[in-house]
Nanobody
Framework: QGRLVESGGDSVQAGGSLTLSCDVS????????LGWLRQAPGKEREGIAR???????SYIDTVKGRFTVSLDNTKNILYLQMNNLKLDDTAMYYC??????????????????WGEGTQVTVSP
């Protein structure tokens, strides 16, 4: 099925911005539904943003209005633009795929494949 390769993680101050990228070109299975997960220290991995084919996006409440997921189809790059970063955004961020045939409208819990992650650290 190939790999998802994240990049762009960094250390930033609270209130700052960061854009994560994910090269999905190496993932050869269905890519109709993509998104981002994160795992903070001591917490479970959670889906935070989703982009389904046709352009429908969804976000969890804690990032809604601050994060934006988008896909550059020509480059096969999935992005996560993160603005007004908070201390609680510190986590390992993973690019993810919902590989189901009828994935449109799925939930954050239905991501089944993800990459190795990129670390985002937000400091005061």
């Amino acid at each position: 099925q190939g790999r998802l390769v994240e990049s762009g993680g960094d250390s930033v101050q609270a209130g700052g911005s960061l854009t994560l990228s994910c090269d999905v070109s190496g993932y050869t299975y269905r890519k109709d539904c993509l998104g981002w997960l994160r795992q903070a220290p001591g917490k479970e991995r959670e889906g935070i943003a989703r982009l389904d084919s046709g352009g429908t996006t969804s976000y969890i409440d804690t990032v809604k209005g601050r994060f934006t997921v988008s896909l550059d189809n020509t480059k096969n790059i999935l992005y996560l633009q993160m603005n007004n970063l908070k201390l609680d955004d510190t986590a390992m961020y993973y690019c993810a795929v919902d590989p189901r045939r009828n994935c449109k409208g799925g939930s954050m819990e239905q991501f089944g494949q993800w990459g190795e992650g990129t670390q985002v650290t937000v400091s005061p």
